[in-house]
């Protein structure tokens, strides 16, 4: 059901396109990742949980056309992109180590994992909403 959501969020994606800006979509598929982060707190009911989850899932495919297409529009000649794929696949890969070191040194809580997975959403945010103030429209 999570992968279907995550076809559905990339389809918005692809089909709403920059019609309504950039900014906008990016702050809003920021908003509901956020919101499925924060759902996950206070060790939440199946339902709270299935809901995060693919709330997750669609959001986060919504979104990254959105990031990547304000990463490209910083650089032409495309080495950005290059490098940038290399940091999401490290995520990927070196992600779960550094949370099951969080876990392990918070005693199991997943609160302060949560947290600062909501920090640093909130974080990138900023970052590229920032990114895309400087770009010519």
Known sequence: MATLLGIAGAGCASLIGERCGRAPLLLAGYLMMLGAILLLLEQPQLARFAAAALLFKYTWTFVLPFILASLAALDPSGRLMNTTNLVIGGGLA?????????????????????????ASAALSLGLILAINRRQPA
């Open 94 to 118: 070196v992600g779960p180590a550094i949370a099951g070191r969080l876990l392990e040194a918070s005693g199991g809580d997943f609160q302060p994992l949560l947290l600062g997975a909501a």
